[in-house]
């Protein structure tokens, strides 16, 4: 228990000081700003799997599938890496939302402050009732898998038509009949109130749509990493560094979106996988090595081809 007061009180301070110090004026965050947080998350992230190895080492947390320190870490940075490849998905659909409300850049960090609270809380229950499940009912695990060959077809078939919206969204829709709407920004508010009337800003409304888009995103992604681990730390901090270093890896990706296309495909052999691994679970394990190395080349893969496309296009 002390393990985790430690970890989420290491993290509500991390976001306390994001918001009251680093980014106390609203400014617009340049590629190279967003650049440099980017890699200091990341290279957080991976320095955590020693620390999940000392944790582990000295048995201060509880270890309910009797892991390794040596496993523990590699299953951590196994499950992060497959949470940070389907964090490129809400990466486009935050682009899209952003654009469609028209939400200036310098207010964009904001959002995705409240936003990332939000996922944490959101997140925390979804992997609470998804370890509850898989521990209780061990046929769960076929569940998942079939979720998530389902949704990797699903994505694979989709239809170059199929376009997000977010003003012709079913959250949208419902979000005027609950409170009036202005779409005009008012600074940073989320709301504002006029002839006795609090109306909600483009900003609140970008935040919910946001919010409820990654509630929908970690379906895939909760069962995904739970094909990985059922250890309920390991899933928490895994999930929360790739949360808290998406707002940085958007402001860095959102001008070059379009040259990472290839990464969906990347993303579909993933889920995929993840989702053999599920189903199979019962009649053959697949080392640790073996999903960290197709998981890493997956990724590597998409984005090489992904950059070899884009520069042959500009020449």
Not at 85 to 100: G, H, M
Not at 229 to 240: A, C, H, M, Q, R
């Amino acid at each position: 228990m002390i393990v985790w007061i430690l970890f989420l009180t290491a993290i509500l301070f991390f976001l306390a000081l994001d918001l009251g110090v680093f980014n106390k004026n609203p400014h617009i965050i340049s590629s190279k700003e967003a650049g440099k947080w980017t890699t200091i998350f990341v290279v957080i992230s991976f320095i955590f799997s020693g620390v999940i190895y000392w944790i582990y080492q000295n048995n201060y947390i509880e270890n309910p599938t009797k892991l390794t320190p040596t496993l523990a870490s590699i299953k951590y940075i196994t499950g992060y890496l497959i949470e940070l490849s389907l964090s490129v998905d809400n990466i486009f659909v935050i682009a899209v939302v952003f654009s469609s409300f028209k939400i200036p850049q310098k207010f964009q960090h904001r959002v995705l402050f409240w936003g990332i609270l939000g996922a944490i809380v959101f997140r925390g229950l979804m992997i609470y009732f998804g370890v509850l499940l898989i521990n209780k009912f061990s046929w769960m695990t076929y569940v998942f898998g079939a979720f998530l060959i389902f949704t990797a077809a699903k994505m694979l078939f989709k239809g170059e038509n199929e376009n997000f919206n977010p003003k012709k969204s079913f959250i949208f829709r419902n979000l005027r009949k609950i409170i009036p709407v202005t779409m005009h920004i008012e600074g940073q508010k989320f709301f504002i109130r006029k002839r006795h009337i609090t109306f909600a800003t483009p900003l609140f409304v970008a935040l919910i749509v946001i919010e409820l888009m990654d509630v929908l995103f970690a379906m895939d992604s909760v069962p995904a990493i739970l094909a990985i681990t059922s250890d309920p730390f390991l899933v928490f901090s895994s999930n929360i560094f790739a949360i808290l270093g998406l707002r940085s890896m958007y402001f860095f990706l959102a001008n070059m979106l379009e040259k990472f296309s290839y990464l969906e495909y990347s993303l579909i052999a993933i889920l995929t996988f993840v989702g053999i691994k599920m189903l199979i679970v019962h009649y053959y394990k697949f080392p640790e090595w073996i999903s960290l190395g197709f998981i890493a080349i997956s990724l590597l893969a998409g984005i090489l081809v992904s950059l070899k496309n884009s520069n042959s296009e500009n020449n």
